[in-house]
């Protein structure tokens, strides 16, 4: 068995449902120490994060990753315990074995193996790991650039461990990722019997003109980048439960994934002035995830792309598709940000795993990279 598979082995092993660490970050720190990591443990109220670094100059390339998985769900519905790792046909089971414990344990051994061969390698290697990302991400990743940044440290180039592939390793990378804006709209009318509506203002039948424009409404066409910004509704909740009662209030839960072709101030606008025109009595609590971010073709990109090329002899794409990362904390920053890592069939379901081989191919990527920045 390799070094990456016994590593993310033990990795899996650990019950470190979000925010829990469960001595993840602990196992990579010993390896990481063990081969001239500087290594500063830092804590926000309860969420554990680490920055690693190897080297005092730039330019700096960063490993971002992890280490909190979902809930696993019925446990009796897996065919083998999500946190006892098993190999069957090739194939390692148990929760995070994809998202993202594969893509860590990796990482790691990577950077063992390329210091070994390069211990005088350019600039700087850093790892910022986080046990937030599953959670609600604001004691993780955004802290920890945060306490970066107040120091003025910079991350030339990011490498994040998420799982991008579709249909084999290395087809597909991120380089960038679609904002997420959240509205929870709450519609006010008048409750009254369904018999004398005249006496009733009903917020669903208001509501329902204008939440059709939103539906049709085209918010922007794209980029070469960035497929057409996109509104959806997530929730709507009215009424008492009751047949006969109009309902007093009505609630709606939306998201836009936008593009770089708009921002959050020109959607909230748009909205407003969409309700405002309909006369509807309202209010709304908005909530950004993260601002859409990308990084051309350049250094990173380009020796991702090579580096997936010379190990597992495919050619790659580029993508924004897919939910926000930590990416989007890192990149305001100026770092060039990417996402690599293994499949992404399984992430967040039962008998969650990741393919042996494909473990190895990705951590000699990971090595590639460094050789080429490094």
């Not at 500063?40 to 190897?54: G, H, I, K, M, S």
């Not at 860590?104 to 051994?109: D, E, F, N, R």
């Not at 945060?146 to 799982?163: A, D, M, N, Q, Y």
């Not at 997420?180 to 203002?201: E, F, K, M």
Request: glycine share 10%; charged share 20%.
């Amino acid at each position: 068995m390799s070094d990456t598979l016994e590593l993310v082995k033990d990795l899996v092993s650990r019950q470190s449902v979000t925010p829990e660490d469960a001595g993840c970050q602990q196992v990579m720190i010993s390896r990481l120490e063990s081969i001239g990591f500087n290594v500063e443990r830092l804590r926000f109220e309860d969420v554990d994060n680490f920055w690693a670094r190897r080297g005092n100059g730039g330019p700096v390339l960063a490993f971002a990753g992890h280490t909190d998985v979902v809930p696993t769900g019925p446990v009796e519905s897996w065919t083998s315990h999500p946190f006892k790792p098993e190999i069957r046909d090739g194939q390692l089971y148990g929760r995070g074995s994809a998202d993202m414990k594969g893509s860590l344990g990796a990482m790691v051994t990577a950077c063992e193996r390329f210091i070994q061969s390069c211990p005088d390698h350019n600039g700087s290697i850093a790892f910022l790991i986080t046990s937030d990302e599953e959670g609600p991400s604001i004691n993780g990743t955004v802290k920890v650039v945060e306490f970066l940044e107040s120091r003025h440290e910079k991350i030339t180039w990011c490498l994040v461990g998420e799982p991008t592939c579709n249909t084999r390793l290395g087809d597909v990378i991120k380089n960038g990722r679609r904002g997420s804006l959240n509205g929870n709209l709450v519609i006010r009318g008048t409750q009254g019997h369904v018999a004398y509506p005249h006496l009733s203002d009903n917020p669903v039948h208001r509501l329902a003109p204008a939440l059709a424009e939103l539906c049709e409404q085209e918010w922007d066409q794209g980029n070469e980048f960035f497929p057409p910004t996109t509104f959806q509704i997530s929730n709507i909740n009215s009424g008492t439960g009751a047949e006969n009662v109009i309902p007093g209030t009505a609630d709606v839960m939306f998201n836009f994934r936008f593009s770089t072709e708009t921002s959050e101030g020109k959607l909230k606008e748009a909205v407003h002035d969409i309700l405002d025109r309909h006369n509807l009595d309202y209010e709304i609590q908005w909530r950004l995830s993260g601002n859409p971010f990308i990084t051309p073709r350049g250094e990173l990109v380009d020796a991702a792309t090579e580096a997936i090329q010379e190990i597992v002899n495919i050619k790659t794409g580029l993508s924004t598709s897919g939910g926000t990362s930590d990416g989007r904390f890192i990149a305001p920053t100026g770092a060039q940000v990417l996402e690599l890592g293994p499949l992404n069939a399984t992430i967040h379901q039962i008998d969650e795993n990741v393919n042996c081989e494909d473990l190895d191919n990705l951590s000699l990527i990971y090595e590639g990279i460094l050789k080429k920045l490094l």
